[in-house]
């Protein structure tokens, strides 16, 4: 009976014993591994992705150096406001550049669908020779701010009319201008 007792219930009870220990202490151990576990990988995959954005971000910030120039040139042509007394000024220098008398300009702003851009319409009126026109016409579209011309009619000379003066021809032109 000893034997029996100490080859077999022995074995049994240590057997029990150290089963109840595994459910109750290692199991709970075990658990808050696997979840420990779990939680390094996905700040591991956590760090990637943010390795990847800061990647991103970081070429994204050395192509917007590269066109810096390219944003200057933009903030020229596309300016933050109205900008009427410099509109002015170029409008009159670019005439006189021309061999074209500048007689005025109307300003209207304008509401443009598209967000952030704002229209500014120029009635404009000019008087010079149709070639001077052309070179003013020209010269517009080099300018560094954006100019659209919508609409040009002119007076001056009557259908039949002979011994007028072809320099004196009367422009009226419709522009658009942009600013932000």
Not at 25 to 30: F, G, K, M, N, Y
Not at 94 to 110: D, H, W
Not at 118 to 141: C, D, R, V
Not at 152 to 163: D, L, W
Request: no cysteine; glycine share 4%; aromatic share 12%.
């Amino acid at each position: 009976m000893q034997n029996l007792f100490k080859y077999f219930i022995i074995p049994i009870l240590l057997f029990i014993a150290v089963s109840v220990f595994a459910f109750w202490v290692l199991l709970p151990i075990w658990e808050n591994t696997q979840a420990m576990l779990e939680l390094k990988k996905t700040n591991a995959d956590n760090l990637a992705q943010r390795k990847q954005l800061t990647a991103s971000l970081e070429k994204l910030i050395s192509q917007y150096s590269e066109r810096a120039a390219d944003f200057s040139y933009f903030s020229k042509a596309v300016p933050t406001d109205q900008d009427i007394s410099g509109l002015l000024v170029n409008l009159e220098s670019l005439a006189s550049e021309n061999g074209i008398i500048f007689s005025g300009v109307n300003f209207k702003p304008k509401d443009l669908k598209a967000s952030g851009i704002k229209t500014l319409t120029m009635e404009i009126k000019i008087k010079g020779s149709y070639p001077a026109f052309q070179n003013y016409l020209g010269a517009m579209e080099k300018s560094l701010r954006l100019f659209d011309v919508v609409s040009v009619s002119f007076s001056g000379i009557a259908p039949g009319q002979t011994g007028v003066n072809a320099d004196n021809l009367e422009f009226n032109l419709s522009v658009n201008t942009y600013y932000q």
